[in-house]
């Protein structure tokens, strides 16, 4: 059994690394702006479908650099027909999250930490579909969810894990995999099914209690 010491070093060890590890990336994604984020993303993530992105490789310029103990899924969206759902269970590791405008700029980002009883679940939406969802909320009951406005129509979703040793790779991407981005439209609240692979703001709502 390791001394107590050992397991706090390894622990402080992991959150360190996981914050510059997060900081780091949420910087580099704009390097993917020329010409555009979203559409350089395209021929790697399908919209509406959580997509792990290959390792980077030397001389690869389409994707960013990032920390080799980093895992990171991408979900392209559009929310010109419906709100998109996101949910995940980051568990005990490390596990962050941000979104982007097409263009590579930063509107929200966030980790684990503010995971309720251990699940992420939040819905991004346009201005007019939030003030639509505002309308048809109950009066005498609080928002139960993370509404973020998107400042633009389509954009992008990053989910990132780490894998602080080799072994755990699997299981980081297993766990970054798992989460999802579905549109949920307003008038049913039902799933649509995400799009089929092709070849190519600030909180609106309240977090819940």
């Keep these: 059994m390791k001394p107590w010491w050992s397991i706090l070093h390894t622990i402080a060890l992991g959150l360190v690394l996981g914050g510059i590890v997060h900081l780091g990336a949420v910087l580099a994604i704009p390097s993917l702006t020329r010409p555009n984020a979203d559409e350089r993303l395209?021929?790697?993530a399908p919209r509406h479908v959580m997509t792990l992105l290959p390792h980077p490789e030397a001389g690869r310029t389409d994707l960013p650099h990032?920390?080799?103990a980093a895992v990171v899924a991408v979900?392209?969206?559009?929310?010109?027909?419906?709100?998109?759902?996101?949910?995940?269970?980051?568990?005990?590791?490390?596990?962050?999250?941000a979104f982007y405008t097409p263009?590579?700029?930063?509107?929200?980002?966030?980790?684990?930490?503010?995971?309720?009883?251990?699940?992420?679940?939040?819905l991004v939406v346009t201005r007019q579909q939030l003030e639509e969802?505002?309308?048809?909320?109950?009066?005498d009951e609080p928002v139960r969810e993370l509404r973020l406005v998107s400042p633009r129509s389509t954009g992008f979703v990053?989910?990132?894990?780490?894998?602080?040793?080799?072994?755990?790779?699997p299981e980081a991407e297993a766990r970054a995999r798992a989460a999802t981005c579905t549109k949920e439209p307003l008038e049913t609240g039902t799933v649509v099914p995400p799009s089929p692979p092709s070849a190519g703001g600030a909180p609106a709502g309240r977090r819940q209690d």
């Excluded at 263009?103 to 684990?112: H, K, R, S």
């Excluded at 969802?133 to 009066?139: N, S």
């Design 42 to 44: 395209a021929p790697l």
């Design 66 to 68: 990032r920390d080799p």
């Design 75 to 97: 979900c392209r969206y559009d929310l010109e027909d419906a709100p998109l759902r996101v949910r995940a269970t980051p568990g005990d590791t490390f596990m962050s999250f």
């Design 103 to 122: 263009t590579g700029g930063v509107f929200y980002a966030m980790t684990d930490r503010s995971a309720l009883r251990g699940v992420i679940d939040l």
């Design 133 to 139: 969802l505002e309308e048809t909320d109950p009066e």
């Design 158 to 169: 990053t989910v990132r894990t780490l894998a602080l040793e080799p072994g755990l790779q």
